[in-house]
């Protein structure tokens, strides 16, 4: 924040809009229509989307004064680790929309800010990559992984195996996204982003899934001789070996079927409870579950043995008409009661935003599509410069408000209106 004040004073401007009203719409100017329909898209009307920041608005910070606020402390603990920020990057699938190889782009961005960054599991380059990405800025940088649970139970291993080679902190199993939500913007122009190819490298770079594909062919080869094995040998060393090359290829009919299976298997829609009481058993990492909004089922997760939940609407693109995740929080956090991390996300765009989330009872909020307009404008400088400045408005709020440290915030910092 200092930084950006300085060279206000000798009238440079900052590489991104630090405000982010006008961060979007330079970033829908940079884009193209068919990546602003997916990143910045909602569910249905997009209710949820607008009730998320409807319901901040509803909360007021009331500042005190004459108190010391020269030193200040954002510094929290996550699952063992100090991270210098309560501030994730949220994971984002099918970023390749916003730049080439945004993932490693937006890893170096996290990186750069010690912050955890979330891979996607519908990331468009695999965890590896971004993870030696990330290791060149800081060896051990933290990341954590994010899970679809497959319907392939070897697949969902084979992922864990992999996140935790990578020396993940934590795993993130999305449970909001059963089934790929209504979204208008991306329907009318008949583009589902995965559909191209985009999204799916963290499957095609993936033993389990190579095996799953070729196992499909072969079967579809004994129907149809003209599928022969030679080339299911080919899509399974292109898969594995060269997401990039099975990309330019999509429009042969081998890697198709790799986007088919990806649509097939990435998502269990009958997951359940006693499912989840299995992963205990197939990772060391922690768990967190993405996606909880009721109480209930808050109360299911800490019962469960988890180590924290994201409460989260998908940034408003599931459901048209959820919840809001502020008012999510302000039920959950009293059920939780600090005995597991509570995290948040949807429409958390500024510090005084996550001042208010932290307020309400979060441990952390992530950040979703701010940092995918970053990497749009400016590639790993932009995204991170869009997440160090809620950062440093973060630093600011809390002091100006009368406050020293995140862990001192509760709800008597607000006034419901
Ligand atoms: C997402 N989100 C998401 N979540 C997840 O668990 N796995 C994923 O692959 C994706 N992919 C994805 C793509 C895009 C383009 C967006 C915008 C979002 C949801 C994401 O993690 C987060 O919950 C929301 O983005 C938070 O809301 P905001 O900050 O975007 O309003």
């Known amino acids: 924040q200092n930084e950006i004040y300085t060279a206000g004073v000798h009238r440079r401007k900052p590489r991104v809009p630090t405000d982010f009203a006008e961060l979007e719409r330079r970033a829908k100017r940079a884009m193209s229509s068919r990546a602003w329909a997916y ?220 986007v088919q299976t990806f649509l097939d298997i990435y998502s269990r829609p009958s997951l359940d409870w006693d499912d989840l009481a299995g992963l205990r058993d197939r990772t060391s990492l922690p768990i967190v579950l993405k996606g909880v909004l009721h109480p209930d089922d808050a109360r299911r997760a800490v019962d469960a043995g988890v180590d924290g939940i994201i409460v989260s609407n998908h940034g408003g693109r599931q459901i048209d008409g959820a919840i809001s995740t502020i008012d999510a929080l302000d039920t959950i956090a009293p059920v939780v009661d600090g005995r597991i991390k509570v995290l948040i996300d949807s429409g958390i765009y500024t510090g005084s935003d996550v001042l208010k989330a932290l307020a309400l009872g979060a441990d952390a909020a992530c950040i979703g599509r701010p940092h995918m307009y970053g990497v749009a404008l400016a590639g790993a400088d932009g995204a991170r410069d869009v997440v160090a400045d809620i950062i440093a408005q973060l630093d600011l709020t809390l002091g100006l408000a009368g406050h020293t440290d995140v862990a001192d915030l509760d709800r008597d910092v607000l006034r419901r209106l």
């Open 39 to 258: 990143i910045a898209g909602g569910a249905g009307e997009g209710r949820t989307m607008t009730a998320n920041r409807a319901a901040l608005d509803r909360w007021a910070i009331v500042p005190r004064v004459l108190r010391d606020v020269s030193q200040r402390n954002l510094e929290i603990e996550l699952f063992g680790r100090r991270i210098p920020a309560p501030v994730l990057f949220a994971p984002v699938g099918a970023g390749s929309l916003a730049a080439p190889e945004a993932d490693a782009l937006v890893g170096r961005a996290a990186a750069e800010l010690g912050v955890p960054y979330i891979f996607s599991n519908q990331a468009g380059v695999p965890m590896e990559s971004v993870a030696a990405e990330m290791d060149r800025v800081d060896a051990g940088a933290p990341r954590w992984f994010q899970l679809y649970w497959s319907t392939d139970d070897d697949l969902v291993d084979s992922l864990l195996a992999r996140a935790e080679a990578i020396r993940a902190d934590a795993v993130v199993v999305t449970l909001d996204t059963t089934m790929l939500g209504w979204r208008p913007q991306d329907l009318n122009l008949g583009s589902l982003p995965f559909a191209r190819g985009e999204g799916i490298a963290q499957y095609t770079s993936d033993r389990r899934f190579g095996d799953i594909v070729s196992e499909r062919l072969r079967a579809a080869s004994d129907e149809r001789p003209e599928i022969s094995l030679g080339a299911v040998a080919t899509l399974m060393s292109i898969t594995r070996n060269a997401p990039g090359r099975f990309l330019s290829n999509l429009r042969s009919p081998r890697p198709r079927a790799s």
